[in-house]
């Protein structure tokens, strides 16, 4: 049984284990479906908004960007707005998402 936290899963037991990198690649093809609740998207968002704020850009961040940026990012401009980007890769992504495709 899946939880609705991206990258978790249920034990039976109601406790989410996290397991897997920080979005899961199934959750991009179920944007491209169309797929996703918008609870699912709320907490793809906030997850994005997060790993920015603490500067944690992985190598495969772009994709997280990529998605993000699919289901927009406007509920989020307030949050985006205020991350230090000090680091070149935070303020590329924060630039990508601020771009107007990204806020539509």
């Given amino acids: ?6 990258g978790a899963h249920s034990t039976g037991s109601g406790v989410s284990i996290r397991h897997g990198s920080e979005i899961p690649s199934g959750e991009s093809t179920a944007t491209l479906r169309g797929l996703l609740a918008d609870g699912q998207k709320k907490l793809i968002r ?3 908004i997060t790993m920015l704020s603490r500067g944690y850009t ?15 990012m406007e ?6 707005s205020a991350i230090d980007r000090s680091q070149p890769y935070v ?4 630039r990508y998402l601020e771009s107007e495709k990204g806020l539509a």
């Avoid at 992985?58 to 927009?72: V, W």
């Avoid at 303020?91 to 924060?94: A, L, S, V, Y």
């Fill in 75 to 80: 509920e989020n401009i307030v949050e985006l």
């Fill in 91 to 94: 303020e590329r992504f924060c």
């Fill in 58 to 72: 992985p190598r495969e961040f772009g994709e997280y960007a990529k998605l993000a940026k699919r289901i927009g």
């Fill in 1 to 6: 049984m899946r939880s609705a936290l991206p």
């Fill in 46 to 48: 906030q997850r994005v």
